[in-house]
């Protein structure tokens, strides 16, 4: 029994929930008020002729009691009612349509009551309306008091019925602020900028007379003779235009859902960019910066769109950014940012092309001033191409005796684009041990220029070019390390490539040695705090996760970033990172400018001056191995080449014949036999037995013999 009067009572409930969920829809509301509006109208035109029933009488007479004469107008105002039932959209409609009524009843009887006082022309309703009115204000102020009430009735009626407004057209309306903050906050306008005005006005920069470099550089008349600028049409022209969407229905969107968590804000300007348009906005006072910050997964629902940065607030600006993707993207060529006026202009030969903002406007800077630069991303997020970027960059601002590199690539296929290009020092290296030779080199020589710039007491590189212009002496130019891949140098040589970069990033920006790295793996194991510390230019690609953001930033932000060279810039000027789109530059680019290059000026890879000096350190003990990461254990310990020596003249290998030998301890005799071992000059332990000596004194004098006789291949390496 009990089970039954449950399904009773829950089919009572829900039935109850169903009816009223049926009574509970607005429009279903409005069809019942409208219908019952006119239902009243036609039993109150009916009872006029007493064909409305006994019921139709009685309301007849009662309301000729309340309204008088006003009774024959009701009809009228039920009908007029009805439509707007019919008619408007709005939600709360019974309360306005009551308030017309009442209010347009009322003014009729008043003025009907007050054209025959007495005789009850406006009911009981005009009779009490005109005595009050009428003693207080007399008999004209009455009548315009009346007549003014009706006109309020009709406007509420008017204003209904004038357009049916949807909730959709609701949504694209701004409300308008009372007049108190019309008066006390500042007033934004949205400013519609079109797609693709930020790119008309580059070509027009275009057109302008090409390559007119106004650098502070000293002239060689000597030297430059032989280097001509490339021409800009090896490169490729900018295509294509960014769409925003709809910017008005996008900032509205903006302000509402701010709103609908209580952030009142003022929409502002609006910037379309290549990759992300902003909307800045000026939220009201009060509110924090960080209630607006973690909203960005609520905009970026609103907009339906992902992911969504929000700049808060804009660097110099009173106002909070919000970075929208585009629906289309739009390439920044490099073609486009060599050609502006501004690159042209700048006096600094270190400057290169860093890409556009989120306005759309060319953003350079200047390597000489970073000093240095780290460069971090995940894969495919655009690193290699902004290396490219940079030398490019370079290379049209400067010739082959102002300008050399030394390129890294341990990846072995990035810079082979570059061979013979004669602003390199070697070719491209791509083993790790010539790695650290060459870093070391980079040591050494920026000790030596500090000795010339301490003997002309010169402050700088620059300062020193110009005084040895004067007298004579050895020109200085600018060296540009780049390293593609700083991950697979720590793995395979840490200690000596972290030290070697620290000590260059802390002194060598005087002597003119700049060093730009790169890396796909942005941790504390690769970007140590020693580099950090001392490289404080950074630009961080599309990375995995914030953490890896905070690695290189110290903040999140590269963890939203789009990809395909969108990327995040801080420097000791910059402290706030600044969103840019990076300039692309295709393969087909560089090879048609290098080869341009190598057309008009001849490769040199002689062994003369720095050249002669960096080829014999890259070459340094890579006799015996050919090159491989053992040949450079020898480096590790003076004693290696004696206890060589002794093993091979004893035929005897043991760490306690070489701690006799050579009166040294265990550890280190140990560790000369692992050395021994590595490069095949010993064989492995054999237990009780002595190991297996494999040279012999001749084969020993043949290698020496080689290495002195040592030939050079046709990309300028030694040939064994």
Known sequence: MSRNKKKRKKSKNSNSTKISSFFSKEETKRYIFGITSFLLAIIFALSFFEKAGVAGNALFKAFSFLAGKAIFLLPLILTISGLAFFRANYKKLFQPLLL?????VFGICGILESLEPGLRQGGLLGYILTLVLSRLFGFWVTQIIASLVIVIGGLIFWRLLKQPVSEESEIKEEKKPSLIKRIFTPSFKVKNVEPASAFKKEERVIKEPFLKLKTKAIEYPEREKEYKTPPIELLDSTKGQPSAGDIKTNSIIIKKALESFEIPVEMSEVNVGPT?????????????????TSLSNDLALALATHPIRIEAPIPGKSLVGIEVPNKVRAFVRLKGLIQNSKFQEYSSQLTFCLGKDVSGNPVYADLGKMPHLLVAGSTGTGKTIFLNTLILSLIYKNSSDNLKFILIDPKRVEFTVYGGLPHLLCPAIVDASRAVNALKWLIEEMERRFKLLAKLKARNIFSYNEKAFNTGDEHLSYIVLVIDELADLMVAKGRDVEASIVRLAQMARAVGVHIVVATQRPSVEIITGLIKANISSRITFQVASQVDSRTVLDMAGAEKLLGA???????????????IQAAYVSEKEVKRVVNWIKSKTQPKFERENLKEKLFEALERNLGASGGDLGSFFSQEDSLYEEAKRVIIQNRRASASFLQRKLRIGYARAARLIDMLEERRVVGPGRGAKPREVYLSDADESHIEGVSQNEKYDDDGWQSV
Do not use: C, H, W
């Open 100 to 104: 017309a009524i009442i209010i347009s």
């Open 276 to 292: 992300v348009t902003q909307y800045s906005l000026k939220p009201a006072n009060g509110i924090k910066l960080s209630r607006i």
């Open 565 to 579: 060279g969108d990327m995040l810039f801080i420097s000791s000027e910059i402290v706030k990172p600044k969103r």
